[in-house]
């Protein structure tokens, strides 16, 4: 992650758009900023949300209300409650989520 030439700002999350974005159950909602490198997102599961696909991108990524599961490939879970966080680097091990009451994330990658 490159953090240069990122000048000081505010982001108001309720300004920006939300974009649908695919699942294989539920709804992902997400509002993104891009600064440089960096893509900062809010991002709203409905309950019921199953991911469609294994992630491989890196994240770092902070649970603000919900509650979030979490399965890595090798068949670990982990289970992330509001105040909770993760974090998992570029191709480390591939992960997929759903959100079966629903959850709110920060995620910075």
Same mark, same amino acid.
């Given at each position: 992650?490159n953090?240069?030439n !990122?000048?000081?700002?505010t *982001? +108001?999350?309720?300004?920006?758009?939300?974009?649908?974005?695919?699942?294989?159950?539920g709804?992902a909602?997400?509002?993104?900023?891009q600064?440089?490198?960096?893509?900062?997102?809010?991002?709203?599961? *409905?309950?019921? $949300?199953?991911? +469609?696909?294994w992630?491989v991108?890196?994240?770092?990524?902070?649970?603000?209300?919900?509650?979030?599961h979490?399965e890595?490939?090798?068949g670990? *879970?982990?289970?992330?409650?509001?105040g909770?966080? $993760?974090?998992?680097? +570029?191709?480390?091990?591939p992960h997929?989520?759903?959100?079966?009451?629903?959850a709110?994330?920060? !995620?910075? +990658?």
């Open positions: 992650m953090r240069q !990122i000048p000081f700002g *982001t +108001d999350w309720s300004s920006v758009e939300p974009v649908e974005k695919s699942a294989q159950a709804k909602f997400w509002r993104t900023q600064f440089g490198d960096v893509r900062v997102r809010m991002v709203e599961y *409905t309950a019921g $949300y199953v991911s +469609d696909h992630c991108k890196g994240h770092i990524l902070l649970c603000l209300q919900g509650e979030l979490t890595l490939e090798d670990r *879970t982990f289970t992330l409650k509001a909770m966080s $993760y974090q998992v680097a +570029d191709n480390a091990e997929r989520s759903t959100a079966p009451l629903g709110k994330l920060f !995620i910075v +990658d």
